[in-house]
């Protein structure tokens, strides 16, 4: 079975950090490409963050650059976020994603609100 859990979510003010962690299991996670999206209220999911099987490649959405970093431990099956310098639009639902030739999988997604 299917997993990918996604923690490390919640209440941050402005300027402030998180690291999102998501958990795979029931697949070979170093065969797949893995990515954060992310969904605002009102807006439609986007791409943040991926990087490729080895850790090779990262891409970055032009509005995180510089201030997110992706990256994953094959070993341990696990992807993250390090979120630095957060502001009120980075407010959304964040969902962990893994992809290869066939179908993606999906988390349920974290909660990553920035405010005052």
């Known amino acids: 079975q299917v997993q990918l859990v996604e923690s490390g979510g919640g209440l941050v003010q402005p300027g402030g950090s998180l690291r999102l962690s998501c958990a795979a299991s029931?697949?070979?996670?170093?065969?797949?490409?893995m990515s954060w999206y992310r969904q605002a209220p009102g807006k439609e999911r986007e791409l943040v963050a991926s990087?490729?099987?080895?850790?090779?490649?990262?891409n970055y959405a032009d509005s995180v650059k510089g201030r997110f970093t992706i990256s994953r431990v094959n070993a341990n099956n696990t992807l993250y976020l390090q979120m630095n310098s957060l502001k009120p639009e980075d407010t959304a639902v964040y969902y962990c994603?893994?992809?290869?030739?066939?179908?993606?999988?999906w988390g349920q997604g974290t909660q990553v609100t920035v405010s005052s």
């Open positions: 994603n893994a992809r290869t030739l066939g179908p993606a999988y």
């Open positions: 029931g697949f070979t996670f170093s065969y797949y490409t």
């Open positions: 990087i490729t099987r080895g850790g090779g490649t990262l």
